[in-house]
């Protein structure tokens, strides 16, 4: 069963830029699809991206897209969230999501997908 503890949180102003990262405890990292989402004080948890096994499809939210880049790197068991030009709208707790799939291009967008979660970490946009 994988672990997933995420990290890189903090508090930014408007306009910065955080990394997060989202480090798993499991050895085949490489054979599950990877997801941020994020919880914003009094709303729902929303997804933010999502990547495949393989880190060669992205998918994105329109409230992130051409801001956000997520990443992984399997060997190191690693997943990351660039967030450049972050607005006070990105505060919330983010969190990495994990499920374990056999297909290469699977990287869902709905968290009811995704079997494991990390803590979260709390992202905070000055303005």
């Known amino acids: 069963q994988v672990q997933l503890v995420e990290s890189g949180g903090r508090l930014v102003q408007a306009g910065g830029s955080l990394r997060l990262s989202c480090a798993a405890s499991?050895?085949?990292?490489?054979?599950?699809?990877m997801g941020w989402f994020r919880q914003a004080p009094g709303k729902e948890r929303e997804f933010v991206a999502a990547?495949?096994?393989?880190?060669?499809?992205?998918y994105y939210a329109d409230s992130v897209k051409g801001r956000f880049t997520i990443s992984r790197d399997n060997a190191k068991n690693t997943g990351n969230l660039q967030m450049n030009s972050l607005k006070p709208e990105d505060t919330a707790v983010y969190y990495c999501?994990?499920?374990?799939?056999?297909?290469?291009?699977?990287?869902?967008?709905?968290?009811?997908?995704?079997?494991?979660w990390g803590q979260g970490t709390q992202v905070t946009v000055s303005s």
């Open positions: 499991e050895l085949t990292f490489s054979a599950y699809a």
């Open positions: 990547t495949n096994r393989r880190g060669d499809t992205a």
């Open positions: 999501a994990a499920v374990i799939t056999i297909t290469h291009t699977r990287a869902p967008i709905s968290q009811r997908q995704y079997d494991y």
